[in-house]
């Protein structure tokens, strides 16, 4: 079969008047588009990472009931209890063993936020003292993340002043607690990591300097759109009960770097989609905006329809009833909306025709040395 060139491929002509609307006032277009990526990213700066627990289960659900009937007989924190583990290792004596271990224990017992502190059990080897604390609120609650920082942060260093003892703290609520610190340390380093490699790849691919650094920029912008309307909803409450979860669920702490992994893979296919096109008409002769317009009349419904079938996918999830698994499906469901709409459909042609023939500029030096 003869390959189509580009002027056997039709256009639609309702992408082709989109195209020109949103090219006619470039400036505008991206105004507009920016302003609500960030009305979207704005709740991201109050993103939360942790587990949500067994009390934003379904209500008639056995973890939910068992949690509920838990809460109610012993308290929110009895379901995320602290376990400190003491190393009795370097320990000189016996009676200062113990008043160490005593002076610990009256240490977090008193610690605003405790409920409750079991006397240390110490080892058959002696080689061990272990603690069961207990805190007045939920694994989840805020307040439960500012008492482990507490404990290990002023509690134990002054309880344990002078002492050759060492103490941990420990259990499924710490162990979620500092697996949420480690992504959060993480995730910029992994996000700029693989934006970069992707300038490069795009650089190489287009031999453009802007096109790529643009490209970088719209999709930070529709990470930060994406993770900001998971944080209204599940953390604000925003919506919450069309979902049927409870507001004030902190975002599973894996769930940013699959967001951003998935969202950006995806969005960077409608963006080569877009791009190539655009490009091949300005090759071909088109003037940037011509260029630009073609593109879109040829490409915009592809990308559009696209993205709806990958975010109907996503949005199936929506229904499962484990939180996590909405969590799943509307964020990345509604990154790929607000991608497909907003930044290839809107910003991107409008910033494409603003910058016209400097869009498909490469330094010399840079061509050289870019395979």
């Known amino acids: 079969l003869r390959p189509k060139k580009l002027a056997d491929v039709s256009e639609s002509p309702r992408f082709k008047k989109w195209g020109e ?4 006032k470039p400036w505008l277009s991206i105004t507009a588009g920016v302003l609500v990526m960030l009305v979207f990213a704005l709740p991201a700066a109050d993103m939360r990472l942790g587990q949500p627990d067994d009390g934003n289960q379904p209500k008639n659900s056995t973890e939910r009931i068992a949690y509920d009937l838990t809460s109610k007989g012993f308290g929110a924190g009895f379901n995320g209890p602290f376990l400190i583990a003491v190393s009795l290792e370097q320990a000189t004596s016996k009676s200062e063993t113990k008043k160490d271990l005593t002076r610990l224990y009256y240490g977090l017992k008193k610690t605003p936020g405790v409920a409750d502190v079991a006397p240390p059990s110490i080892s058959p080897d002696k080689k061990l003292a272990t603690y069961t604390l207990i805190p007045k609120t939920s694994p989840q609650d805020q307040q439960t993340s ?18 050759p003892l060492t103490a941990y703290v420990g259990g499924v609520t710490a162990g979620f607690d500092d697996f949420s610190d480690k992504v959060s340390e993480k995730l910029p380093l992994f996000i700029l990591l693989v934006i970069g490699m992707a300038v490069v790849l795009l650089m190489a691919s287009f031999r453009s300097l802007w096109i790529p650094l643009v490209s970088a920029l719209f999709n930070l912008l529709s990470v930060a759109a994406a993770y900001g309307v998971v944080v209204a909803v599940f953390q604000k409450g925003i919506g919450a009960e069309l979902l049927g979860i409870d507001p004030g669920v902190p975002i599973v702490s894996f769930i940013p770097v699959i967001m951003f992994a998935i969202l950006f893979g995806l969005s960077m296919d409608y963006n080569v989609f877009l791009l190539s096109r655009v490009h091949e008409s300005y090759n071909e002769g088109d003037a940037p905006r011509d260029s630009v317009i073609n593109g879109v009349s040829r490409i915009g419904k592809i990308v559009l329809f696209a993205g709806l079938i990958m975010a109907s996918v996503f949005m199936a999830f929506v229904l499962d009833p484990n939180v996590t698994s909405k969590m799943i499906g509307l964020g990345l469901g509604m990154a790929i909306l607000i991608d497909v709409i907003f930044i290839r459909l809107i910003i991107a042609p409008a910033v494409v025709t603003l910058l016209g023939d400097k869009a498909w500029w490469l330094p010399k030096w840079l061509d050289k040395i870019l395979p």
Do not use: A, H, Q, Y
């Open 21 to 24: 609307l949103v090219t006619r």
């Open 146 to 163: 500012d008492l482990l920082n507490t404990i290990r942060k002023d509690v134990i260093p002054k309880s344990l002043e002078g002492s």
